[in-house]
């Protein structure tokens, strides 16, 4: 069957009127080329508004900056539009080549920085259209790949980025890698377009016959999300995924993962059919079997998720309004056989990996090191020479790379030699090791959101270190400096930052107003709740202060070692908003 047969059927199978815009630009795509190639070769600023949402699964946003619209607007300009580029990288995993590449392009074409994304990707902002296709295509030949980091496809599949001590832990980090692979799109019109046909091993090409055999000319209805965590570590926000893998061990040997289903942040503020949802345990699939069951949990997805409406369209919906059960049974089915019951899976902390950690013992010693990135943002500064001096080290001491999902950075396979002259060379640019001087900025989080993102209601990643800063002076003047308070914040509430997981959110809702989100843990098992809707800005830290106090004093007795978010969940809001306004 021909593509334009293929898209006639589908056409007819959503029905008149029935799939939504973006199904339709899909569907007649011809598997994602469209017209770009075309549009990239007109002499303009942007792409039409079809092209727009294809060049999402090529990896790119087109975007504006705000902060100049209304002064463009009133010059009669056009919109300054730019491109930001979102790198794949599985379990955040790379070369110091890679990453030297990526540097360098973010100083010949973008903006000046890198951005750590918060599912271990590289995101380059203010590309030019005409930079575009240099850009890609040198990314490709460092053998790194753009391709589904954005769209309705599965993207970036998260792991775990400690450096393997252990042969299952290796293990986790190379099914993380198989599963990106396995569900890469099948479409040539990347590398036509981007690649100039060249094969790479990024994607596996068939030159004979042109297909999707898991997500089908339609794609998948919206974005998909699959993370790989290690046991007892839950680093990369497994219950945050549409699917999350939590490994099981025999001993020191893999055995196989609980497989959890159906978590998603994102939501629509006064839509109460959208909302955040923490993952569902599902099944246990062997390492052998993993690959087929993640592959056929997709394929559901595919076939029931909605296709009407793209703000209801996630698996978690589906999951939730046709029940765990039901959606096992239809995983049974397609298998072929009955999966096996999940097993218990349990936390003893969501690591950030910051700081000197051993890399397993051995007469040839190594060590990694985790650098910490403010709000993931890999810049030059009056204070911090992040990026030059990332750079310097990367170049002199060769280490392999691991982003993370807090938005940091690790430099493996350090020797022992090296661990001086490299901690000297990074404190020359205002670059810390020790994690134990960052203070609350170590976990706090925050989305890119204004002037580039085109959703965003509100500052997040400009605006959170002044917030950080007041919250951490009233920790300090309350005696309370050496606990950890995490903080997310968004512009938002697509919750690309996990704001509705941890101690406080803060989402934005309009300009420099924003809900704030309490009672989540630091282990990331549990979600926050609304506590203050529509507070502005300025009085965000204000509203947290009595609270700190509240959870330093209170009467009823602090449990031993108890965390913020778990004081705030324990005692209730009804307790936190009396006692507030008692204080008021």
């Known amino acids: 069957m021909s593509d334009h047969e293929d898209s006639k059927n589908n056409l007819f199978a959503l029905g008149e009127g029935v ?140 792991a775990c980025p400690a450096p393997a001590a252990s042969r299952a832990q290796a293990q986790v980090q190379e099914i993380a890698h198989r599963i990106a692979m396995h569900l890469a799109p099948r479409s040539h019109a990347y590398h036509e377009i981007w690649v100039d046909g060249e094969k790479l091993d990024t994607v596996t090409l068939d030159q004979e016959h042109e297909s999707e055999p898991i997500y089908g000319p339609t794609y998948l209805p919206r974005k998909f999300k699959i993370g790989v965590a290690f046991p007892g570590d839950n680093c990369i926000d497994i219950y945050t995924q549409d699917i999350g893998l939590v490994a099981c061990l025999d001993g020191e040997q893999l055995d196989g993962f609980t497989v959890l289903v159906g978590g998603g942040m994102g939501m629509t503020h006064g839509k109460t059919e959208t909302y955040p949802r923490l993952a569902t345990p599902l099944c246990y699939a062997t390492v052998d079997e993993v690959l087929a069951v993640v592959e056929t ?66 007469s040839n010693r190594l060590w990694f090191l985790g650098l910490f990135v403010e709000n993931g943002r890999v810049k030059d500064d009056d204070t911090t020479c992040m990026r030059t001096g990332l750079r310097r080290a990367i170049e002199e001491f060769r280490p392999g790379i691991r982003l993370t999902a807090q938005q940091n950075i690790i430099l493996t396979d350090i020797t022992e030699a090296q661990r001086r002259p490299l901690t000297t060379l990074l404190a020359s640019y205002g670059i810390a090791t020790d994690p134990a001087r960052l203070g609350t900025r170590r976990f706090a989080m925050a989305c890119p959101a204004l002037p580039t993102c085109g959703l965003a209601l509100a500052e997040a990643e400009r605006v959170l270190p002044m917030v950080t800063q007041q919250i951490e002076a009233d920790l300090q003047s309350m005696g309370l400096a050496n606990e950890s308070v995490s903080i997310r914040m968004t512009g938002c509430p697509n919750g690309c930052a996990r704001p509705f997981m941890g101690d406080i959110g803060f989402v934005g809702r309009t300009k420099d107003i924003y809900n704030i989100y309490l009672g989540g843990d630091m282990s990331n098992t549990r979600m926050n709740t609304l506590y203050a809707p529509s507070v502005h800005l300025n009085e965000l830290a204000a509203t947290i202060r009595p609270l700190l106090a509240l959870w330093r004093d209170e009467e009823r007795g602090r449990l031993p070692g108890e965390s913020f978010g778990d004081f705030c969940y324990r005692v209730g809001f009804a307790y936190l908003r009396d006692q507030q306004r008692a204080l008021a």
Not at 102 to 113: S, V
Not at 300 to 326: C, F, L, P, S, T
Request: net charge neutral; glycine share 10%; with cysteine.
């Open 19 to 158: 799939g939504s815009k973006v199904e339709r630009i899909k569907i007649e795509s011809a598997h994602l080329r469209g017209q770009i190639r075309e549009e990239l070769a007109q002499d303009t600023a942007r792409f039409t508004e079809d092209q727009v949402q294809l060049i999402k699964f090529h990896g790119m946003y087109q975007q504006e900056d705000r902060d100049v619209r209304q002064q463009r607007k009133a010059a009669g300009s056009e919109k300054a539009y730019q491109f930001m580029i979102r790198s794949r990288i599985p379990g955040g995993a790379m070369t110091a080549e890679q990453y030297l590449i990526e540097d360098e392009l973010a100083g010949r074409y973008g903006n000046g920085t890198l951005r750590i994304t918060t599912r271990q990707g590289f995101q380059l902002h203010g590309i030019l259209k005409g930079d575009i296709h240099p850009t890609i295509h040198a990314i490709n030949e460092a053998l790194l790949s753009t391709l589904a980091a954005c769209g309705d496809v599965n993207r970036n599949v998260m």
């Open 297 to 362: 949990i997709v394929m559901i997805q595919r076939d029931y998720g909605d296709r009407k409406n793209r703000k209801h369209a996630r698996m978690k919906y589906v999951i939730e309004e046709q029940g765990i059960a039901w959606f096992r049974a239809e995983l049974d089915q397609r298998l072929g056989h009955c999966v096996q019951d999940p097993r218990e899976v349990s936390w003893h902390d969501a690591e950030d990996h910051l700081g000197w950690h051993s890399q397993g013992d051995g």
